[in-house]
């Protein structure tokens, strides 16, 4: 009945199978119940209400289902809202389905289905998200409310929920389905914020139920969690999970292996911390052994073996036992060597950005040891003039006037000569074998330095030889030990006996070099005898004798001739067919490569307490900075100071001499009045000449003689200007001095001193004096009653009296005012000027203080920088000591590779 209520179809449950319409039947039904004595017209109110909704009269419907009061009110209620929604009437039809109550299972799932359609056409997606909830908790098997859940969730891009749903359904339908959807959903990349522990349930459930599925999911879980904040969660979380799965059954890993190696080489690539990776790897190294393949199984071991070097005990015996195994039976991939190689190269490219010294001699032996076409081979000998004699005969060239017995020497055939003097930080070239003999007479190389020589030679390059001289050995044991490297380094070793039989000292030594490098071919050459019988005892005499003292070698008898050359050489290239050369190289690699990671280890505290030096030393130099900037600062005060102070000098001179001569002059210009003089216009007469006289003394006197002093100051100026360039210079060789190559480089600008001249020469040249009214009527008129008491008329007629009086008052004036305005009015112009003066000599020093300011800045943020890099190392020694541990992991799994092949004692028995 509820399928009916739900799809508004009860009314059909009351028609009868007649053609009057459905309308009319019930309305005839609906007359007849109103006939009775208590009638029940619900039921029919009901179904009216339905076919009133199917014929779109919503009104009609929702009346008819307001007057249901049985058990199908609820229905009727629901239906009423259902109508209103239909008429848009949102708002009202929310509020008749929340105030629905029902026990009825799908009546509340139903109202749930409209309550989450109205709130769509709402817009309101968080209302709707809560009604997507309470469907899934009330009824998950509801028709298609899980599918709706899940539309709803992709549509919202709420994939916490989607994924959540995913999970849920899952677990609890087992259905491949959702498994399905959940591995969707990690491929799109939409699961990496989520716990890793939220999936574990998910795939214990899915190993049971499709493994080929499961391995699919948990290989897209597993990368997707790579390189993000959870991955090492994710590793704590399913390595146990997966080694605990119930193995019964046989499983075909397709996937997950290739991805655990691929995970390892992230392990130790040196991204994450060696204590955080160190923490996860025995378990994770057991997982990986247990999935590979057999034919795989290899590369886990080599890691496994690796790590115990540095665990120990935490890798449990039975993994190494099921490692050794699995190396033993299978061989070693072929690239292994090749990947020793860029190991190396990774080493070395990560030590030169640390700005670490690279150990110069270990990286030329890894240099030559790749170079498998050469064989290499140490000479020695008891004696070192018989050594230096054997290697200048066996060349056919000499080359030392003065061998350098205490160090090592490499002879290699090349196409042109190259000399390299190698020491353990710095290696140096050299083209020309004179320099190189006159460098070597000069100094005393370090003991442990080297030197190579790369140089034509037919007999070398013939037979694919490199000869290495080790020094000689006084002490045997000291040197021995001292040479080890360069021990492992060579193929064969030449020993050269030139008495006619071994003395203690060959024999001791021998013995010590058998003993400590026991796989060590070595060819004894003895001086050879005239005749091939005496030859050929000899050689058997000796043979029997180092055999008879437990030493092996091959006996040569060396002659010094093209034959003998020939057959040296061909014997070295049967040592070097008959040992295993491509098997050994790849060891000896491993060998140096360990010495020079061994020795960047060492390098760490050299580092700290070199960037402490650095930064004392730059503090130094900022704070000689700071000074010299503040001694800069008063040197240019200074010279503002005494440029100024010389300028004013000139003009208080110039100014002096002319308050004292130009009234001088003006006053002789009484002696021009006579008693002829025209008296109407003195005035006028006197002032025109006194103008005159002004005008030449400027010109003829006052303007050439500023104008020499003025040179004389620019002359003190230049000089001074030049004593501030010579300071500039030693404050610029001493800094560069303290920094190195590094050149301050304060440069001085002397333009200005032309500037000066062309500026005094132009304002003083343009000068043009105003006529200045010197002497004035009135005054003078003035002056005539003042002493006089009479009119001027009457001293008229008498000229003498007029022309001595005209005279006195000329005389008689002070002209120092007159003087003054001349001087201001002449340098005027020069006003500003004499402000620039400041001005230019701050443009002098301009370029020195911003240098040095510069310069300051610079030295302040290196202190900086190399301050934080000392805090990093301090807080965080493990940024520099843990790519060298994962170097050295890896270093150690290709050893033990490499080693797989060879006859070694397994590794289980030292546990």
């Known amino acids: 009945m509820e399928d009916s209520l739900i ?68 229905w009727a209620k629901k239906n009423m809202a259902d109508a209103y929604t239909k008429m848009e009437l949102l708002s009202t039809a929310e509020e008749i389905y929340k105030s629905i109550v029902t026990d009825s299972p799908k009546l509340k799932m139903e109202i749930l289905l409209c309550l989450y359609s109205l709130y769509l056409q709402q817009e309101n997606f968080s209302e709707a998200e809560q009604i997507v909830k309470e469907m899934v908790e009330e009824n998950p098997d509801y028709s298609n409310v899980t599918d709706l859940a899940r539309n709803h969730y992709e549509q919202q891009n709420n994939w916490f929920g989607a994924i959540n749903l995913a999970i849920q359904e899952g677990t609890r339908t087992e259905s491949i389905q959702w498994f399905e959807v959940l591995d969707e959903y990690v491929q799109k990349g939409h699961t990496v914020d989520f716990d890793p522990k939220t999936f574990i349930p998910s795939l214990s459930i899915l190993y049971k139920l499709n493994f080929s599925l499961f391995e699919q999911l948990l290989s897209h879980l597993w990368k997707s969690y790579e390189r993000t904040p959870h991955f ?176 090592t020497t490499i002879f290699r055939p090349e196409a042109s000569l190259t000399i390299e003097e190698i020491t ?242 003006l006053k002789e210009k009484a002696n021009t009045i006579t008693n002829t003089t025209d008296f109407h216009h003195i005035v006028e007469k006197v002032n025109e000449e006194m103008n005159m006289t002004i005008h030449k003394y400027i010109t003829d006197d006052f303007r050439p003689n500023f104008l020499q002093r003025i040179q004389e100051w620019l002359v003190v100026v230049e000089e001074e200007l030049k004593n501030r360039k010579t300071f500039f210079d030693e404050m610029n060789d001493g800094f560069s001095t303290l920094v190195g190559e590094r050149n301050v480089d304060l440069p001085c600008d002397f333009h200005l001193i032309d500037d000066w001249r062309r500026d005094v020469n132009r304002l003083s040249g343009r000068f043009q004096l105003e006529k200045k009214s010197i002497l004035s009527k009135r005054n003078l008129y003035q002056m005539f009653l003042v002493h006089t008491g009479k009119m001027f008329d009457v001293l008229k007629k008498d000229k003498s009296s007029l022309t001595k009086r005209f005279q006195q008052f000329v005389k008689e004036k002070d002209y120092t005012t007159v003087a003054q305005a001349v001087i201001d009015q002449f340098f005027s112009p020069f006003t500003i000027f004499e402000a620039g003066i400041e001005q230019d000599v701050n443009a002098f020093f301009q370029p020195a203080f911003e240098r040095f300011i510069a310069f300051e800045r610079e030295v302040k943020e290196e202190i900086a920088e190399r301050r934080r890099e000392l805090e990093k190392w301090k807080e965080k020694p493990e940024f520099f000591r843990d790519p060298l541990k994962f170097f050295e992991i890896r270093r150690l799994q290709f050893e033990f590779l490499l080693k797989a092949t060879d006859t070694y004692e397994p590794i289980t028995n030292r546990v």
């Open 7 to 74: 799809g508004k179809t009860f009314y059909q449950t009351m028609l009868q199978p007649e053609n009057t319409h459905p309308i009319k039947q019930l309305g005839e039904l609906f007359l007849a119940e109103q006939m009775k004595e208590i009638p029940d017209a619900s039921y029919i109110r009901y179904a009216q209400g339905e076919l009133y909704y199917h014929h779109h009269d919503y009104e009609a419907a929702i009346y008819k289902w307001e007057n249901v009061h049985n058990e199908l009110e609820p």
């Open 232 to 407: 090492f969660q994710w590793l704590k979380e399913a390595i146990p999970f997966i080694l605990n799965l119930d193995r019964k059954e046989k499983r075909n890993w397709q996937r997950l292996p290739s991805i655990l190696q691929e995970t390892y080489e992230q392990l130790i690539s040196g991204m994450y911390f060696y204590s955080t990776v160190s923490e996860i790897v025995p378990d994770f190294l057991r997982l990986w052994i247990t999935l590979a393949s057999e034919k795989e199984a290899v590369l886990p071991s080599a890691a496994i073996f690796a790590w115990y070097e540095k665990l120990g005990e935490q890798i449990p015996k039975k993994e190494l036992e099921k490692a050794e195994k699995n190396m033993f039976d299978t061989p070693p991939n072929k690239d292994v060597f090749e990947n020793v190689v860029n190991l190396t190269e990774e080493v070395e490219a990560w030590a030169e950005k640390n700005k670490l010294e690279i150990h110069q001699m270990y990286t030329l032996c890894l240099k030559e040891i790749v170079d498998l076409d050469q064989h290499f081979v140490g000479i020695m000998s008891a004696y070192d003039s018989d050594q230096t004699l054997f290697i200048h005969s066996i060349l056919n060239e000499y080359m030392f006037y003065e061998p350098p017995t205490s160090i």
């Open 424 to 665: 353990e930080n710095e290696t140096r070239k050299m083209t020309d074998f004179e320099q190189f003999q006159i460098s070597l007479s000069k100094k005393r190389l370090p003991e442990n330095s080297m030197i190579r020589l790369s140089f034509p030679n037919k007999w070398l390059k013939e037979n694919r030889l490199t000869l290495i001289d080790l020094p000689g050995f006084t002490d045997k044991q000291l040197t021995l030990e001292k040479m080890s490297d360069f021990i492992k380094a060579i193929d064969s070793l030449m020993y050269y006996c030139d008495n006619d039989g071994l003395d203690e000292k060959d024999l001791s030594l021998l013995k010590d070099i058998q003993r400590t490098y026991p796989n060590l071919p070595i060819l004894y050459v003895i001086k050879g005898q005239n005749g091939k019988k005496g030859r050929e005892d000899s050689s058997i005499a000796v043979k029997k004798y180092l055999a008879d003292n437990g030493i092996q070698a091959t006996v040569f008898p060396f002659t010094e001739s093209g034959k003998g050359r020939r057959d040296l050489g061909k014997t070295l290239n049967r040592l070097m067919e008959e040992q295993k050369v491509k098997t050994d190289r790849p060891l000896k690699y491993v060998y140096f490569s360990k010495k020079l990671m061994d020795h960047l280890f060492t390098q760490r505290e050299k580092m700290e307490n070199e960037l402490l030096d650095e930064v004392h030393q730059k503090e130094d130099l900022a704070s000689r900075l700071t000074g010299a900037i503040h001694q800069l600062k008063d040197l240019e005060e200074e010279t503002i100071t005494k440029i100024t102070l010389f300028y004013e000098r000139v003009k208080e001179e110039m100014e002096k001499e002319t308050v004292k001569t130009l009234p001088r002059m």
